[in-house]
């Protein structure tokens, strides 16, 4: 009896024993899942790495503004009627005209233009400004440039109020006349004057 007494509490024990350990066994499971679950927490609440946003494309350059044409050129011509001068001279252009029929009543010997031809008179107004004296129809050299990219003066026979038939000037002597030239029918281009012999400057008719 005392043998069986004493298996009992040793059964009980052994019993209470693998009660314990089966507890204590799923405490660490259930520890060793929380750890695991704890850490998946983490690995999830870790926050994603930053995306760096997509460069935007570059914006151009703007194209250089090109400088202007300098006034007078052929590319920015002057308009008619502009005054325009140097040292020596200060030069005005009148409006250009078809005259054939005026040169023709200054003199019936003057020969017509040749054929796809006219002749355009250009009054011109001219002040000297030298030291010395100067001559007009000498000094001032007036033409004019065609569409066609050529030159023309030519020649137009005796005109009323022609420039030649003005003399020498002293300071601030004045000049006013025409010049006739032969160009173009139509006379599509532009006119020029220079002094000198320098540089031309350009004018547009309309």
């Not at 009896?1 to 799923?26: H, I, K, W």
């Not at 704890?38 to 400088?67: F, I, L, M, R, Y």
Request: glycine share 10%; charged share 20%.
């Amino acid at each position: 009896m005392t043998s069986a007494m004493t298996r009992r509490p040793a059964a009980a024990v052994l019993a209470a024993a693998m009660l314990g350990l089966t507890g204590c066994g799923a405490a660490l499971t259930a520890d060793e899942s929380t750890g695991q679950k704890a850490h998946g927490d983490e690995q999830v609440g870790q926050p994603e790495p930053a995306t760096e946003p997509a460069s935007a494309p570059a914006t151009p350059s703007p194209e250089p503004t090109p400088e202007p044409e300098p006034e007078g050129s052929r590319a920015n011509p002057f308009a008619i009627g502009t005054s325009v001068g140097n040292e020596t001279w200060d030069l005005v252009l009148d409006t250009p005209r078809e005259a054939w029929t005026e040169i023709k009543a200054e003199n019936r010997f003057n020969d017509p233009p040749a054929e796809g031809m006219e002749f355009w008179i250009v009054p011109l107004e001219a002040t000297y400004l030298g030291a010395e004296t100067g001559t007009a129809w000498l000094d001032i050299d007036v033409k004019f440039v065609g569409s066609d990219n050529r030159t023309y003066d030519g020649y137009c026979g005796v005109i009323p109020s022609d420039l030649d038939e003005v003399g020498d000037l002293y300071e601030g002597g004045v000049a006013e006349g025409n010049v006739c030239l032969e160009v173009p029918a139509g006379a599509d281009g532009l006119w020029t004057v220079a002094t000198d012999y320098g540089e031309p400057a350009f004018f547009a008719a309309e």
